[in-house]
């Protein structure tokens, strides 16, 4: 293959990123089967899983902490804002956010590009339309229409053992729920690890035989919950997300729990397990989601877990921007760590070009840029057009500057690397076929 110029490699980049499918490695997004609130042709489910439309779009966490701030002054606490039935909500925002003030922030210009692309008109003073055509669709053609514009392939689903609506529907019939090969599950199991005090009564009450201090027969019940829910569900990998003041090794309940439970039944069914580091839980409350914030991780705790378990593949994530060069070191240093995505207060432009670019300098292609965390269906569109525009430009300047170095690159080399980059390397590290 003949080496590009300069201009074609930018050309060829921007081509390759924007058409490559994706692998979503982390969300909370689910099929219909988990049920759904609207739609053509659909029994609401009030407390349906599946979220979508643009009521949804609009009371996105990360929007409700923006018009928190933005209507403080005409007197919008959270008290007030939650009070408000989920259409008011939407309007409140709308109005707030997108008529009477300018959608600057990250998550605003992302419910505009997501309505353009869905053919929808982001000017429009009222929601009245937007709402009609959002319920003439069905949950089905959405997901394939979005999935399409989004240029996703695979949408990694959270399956969160500690919510109780989420078990039930499990419980009850599981075939539907992992019928669609398109939503791989994740088993996630944070207060195992993280409040094992509640941990206790609760699996107690599902039937397994657990003591506070941890005996031997308790880390056996563990053991034995995780083995049914994996045989349920049949998860991708595993997963929980940790505070900012998690510490390995230690004396603490949930870390025996991880070690003497957790890994080893990891171990046992060839289990990748994710780590979500550096979120504070409910800092302010009354905000709800919208509560919690960030702090910085101990990552040597990272590093010491992947020295002692150097057959557990770990994919770690973390929320704080100090961290970043640190975990990307550590990565260098243990081949079964796996640094993935730029997770929600970073999945902003400026950070993920900042933190794609250092890792692309000190991994090479062997980390997995970046994930969705999406919510909401069609924040799929967004997250993935914003995400793949920075991807691409920090790509187009590494090849330009391996060019000038004498590198003879090609179409297909951009090929290769893109379909690692946003694709591949999920797939190797899930062992499914790429
Ligand atoms: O999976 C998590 O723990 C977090 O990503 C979520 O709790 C968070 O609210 C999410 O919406 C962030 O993007
Ligand atoms: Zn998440």
């Not at 399956?159 to 599981?174: G, M, S, V």
Request: aromatic letters at 8%; proline letters at 6%.
């Amino acid at each position: 293959m003949p080496a590009l110029t300069p201009s074609a490699i930018t050309t060829a980049v921007e081509q390759a990123v924007s058409e490559a499918s994706v692998w979503d490695f982390h969300t909370h997004l689910y099929p219909p089967a988990f049920g759904t609130a609207i739609g053509r042709g659909v029994t609401a489910d009030p407390q349906g899983l599946l979220l979508w439309g643009i009521d949804e779009l609009l009371t996105y966490h990360y929007l409700i902490a923006e018009v928190l701030r933005e209507a403080a002054g005409d007197g919008l606490t959270a008290e007030r804002y939650y009070a408000l039935s989920k259409t008011e909500q939407a309007d409140l925002i709308w109005r707030k956010l997108f008529v009477e003030a300018t959608p600057l922030s990250e998550a605003c210009r992302g419910v505009v590009t997501t309505l353009t692309k869905l053919g929808l008109d982001p000017n429009e003073a009222t929601l009245d339309g937007h709402r009609r055509w959002f319920a003439e669709q069905s949950p089905e053609e959405q997901i394939d229409r979005t999935l399409e514009l989004a240029g996703v392939d695979t949408v990694t689903m959270t399956n969160d053992l500690f919510d109780d609506n989420e078990r039930q529907r499990w419980l009850a019939d599981p075939a539907p729920l992992r019928a669609d090969p398109r939503f791989p599950t994740v088993l996630r199991f944070d207060a195992l690890v993280t409040d094992w005090e509640h941990a206790v009564p609760r699996l107690k009450a599902w039937g397994y035989d657990v003591d506070r201090p941890l005996s031997a027969a308790a880390i056996d019940e563990v053991r034995r919950c995780l083995s049914d829910w994996i045989t349920r569900i049949g998860p991708v990998y595993c997963a929980m997300s940790l505070p900012p003041t998690w510490r390995y090794p230690s004396d603490d309940p949930g870390v025996r729990c991880l070690t003497e439970a957790i890994l080893p039944v990891c171990a046992e069914h060839g289990l990748p397990l994710a780590l979500m580091i550096g979120v504070t839980r409910q800092i302010n409350p009354a905000a709800r989601l919208a509560g919690d914030t960030v702090g910085s991780a101990d990552v040597e705790s990272i590093a010491l877990l992947c020295r002692d378990f150097p057959e557990q593949r770990f994919l770690v994530t973390l929320l704080s921007l100090e961290n970043q060069h640190e975990l990307a070191v550590t990565a260098r240093k243990f081949a079964n760590l796996t640094p993935f995505g730029c997770w929600w207060f970073l999945n902003n432009p400026s950070l993920i070009e900042e933190i794609t670019r250092m890792r692309l300098e000190l991994l090479g292609p062997t980390f997995i840029p970046q994930h969705s965390d999406c919510r909401v269906l069609e924040q799929l569109i967004y997250k993935w057009d914003h995400s793949r525009r920075v991807i691409a430009a920090v790509l187009g300047d590494q090849y330009a500057k391996l060019a000038a170095a004498g590198l003879v690159v090609t179409d297909s080399m951009i090929e290769r690397d893109v379909q690692r980059l946003l694709y591949g390397n999920v797939a190797g590290l899930l062992q499914k076929d790429t």
